[in-house]
């Protein structure tokens, strides 16, 4: 494997037994657990049904999250969103902010630069849609 196709690491701290690395595609599951757990996030990168095992076996750019690091190694993450039809997007979306900021910092030790959420879509719940479906449909006349 080159260079150019190795996956982005960080380094977290260095003591004196050596190095120690957390692999940009575990602080992207991170990410998305922390924004599932967030009332009004329905999904992330475009799935509704998400597995543990899903979260970190994919690229996180494949699953809605994009993890960098600025000019003094703080974190920018990137994150892509499914919210849930009636939510208060903008304050879901702060709450999904400080969750990923606060997880991280937790897990990791390591500072949050910027929390970028895009709203990619709304998803009407199941039982509104179908009783939108059932009032528009064509019904016969009723005799008495």
């Excluded at 967030?38 to 999250?65: H, P, Q, T, W, Y």
């Excluded at 499914?82 to 910092?105: H, I, P, S």
């Excluded at 630069?113 to 019904?139: C, L, M």
């Amino acid at each position: 494997m080159s260079n150019q196709d190795a996956i982005p690491e960080s380094i977290e701290d260095q003591n004196s037994l050596g190095e120690i690395k957390i692999n940009h595609s575990v602080i992207a599951g991170i990410v998305r657990l922390a924004a599932l757990e967030i009332n009004g996030v329905c999904g992330v990168g475009g799935s509704f049904v998400v597995g543990l095992a899903e979260i970190f076996s994919k690229k996180e750019s494949d699953r809605g999250v994009k993890v960098s690091e600025d000019e003094h190694g703080y974190y920018v993450i990137e994150i892509r969103l499914l919210m849930e039809f009636g939510t208060d997007l903008a304050k879901t979306a702060y709450n999904v902010q400080m969750a990923v900021r606060d997880r991280l910092n937790q897990m990791t030790g390591k500072q949050v630069a910027r929390v970028n959420v895009v709203i990619d879509g709304v998803k009407v719940p199941e039982s509104a849609r179908q009783e939108t479906a059932e009032a528009e449909w064509p019904r016969p006349p009723t005799t008495d």
